[in-house]
Nanobody, 122 residues
Framework: QVQLVESGGGLVQAGGSLRLSCAASGRTFSNYAMGWFRQAPGKEREFVAVISGSGSRTAYADSVKGRFTISRDNAKNTVILQMNSLKPEDTADYHC???????????????WGQGTQVTVSS
């Protein structure tokens, strides 16, 4: 089992920044790729970013490329999503998730956190 807890969400104006954290406990953290997903009201959960277990590979959704950065610290069992130049359309509930590989589909992830709300005002 892997337990995931997100933090760092909040209300920010358009153009601002937020830093989301996901703390993991349980099995060996570095064995898992870590993804961030988001879900806005009335919409399906969508992929945001993923990082491999070693941190050597990352991938991003086109909608956040160049604005968001995913990173991890395996010594601290933490994955970070740095979000810059935020837009109102980034408003959603953000979840971190763990998987055995750098998958892009939510259904491929084994463990999920409860989520943290991000609201971007215009």
């Amino acid at each position: 089992q892997v337990q995931l807890v997100e933090s760092g969400g909040g209300l920010v104006q358009a153009g601002g920044s937020l830093r989301l954290s996901c703390a993991a406990s349980g099995r060996t953290f570095s064995n898992y790729a870590m993804g961030w997903f988001r879900q806005a009201p009335g919409k399906e959960r969508e992929f945001v970013a993923v990082i491999s277990g070693s941190g050597s590979r990352t991938a991003y959704a086109d909608s956040v490329k160049g604005r968001f950065t995913i990173s991890r610290d395996n010594a601290k069992n933490t994955v970070i999503l740095q979000m810059n130049s935020l837009k109102p359309e980034d408003t959603a509930d953000y979840h971190c998730a763990a998987a055995r590989n750098t998958y892009l589909q939510p259904s491929d992830y084994d463990y999920w956190g409860q989520g943290t709300q991000v609201t971007v005002s215009s």
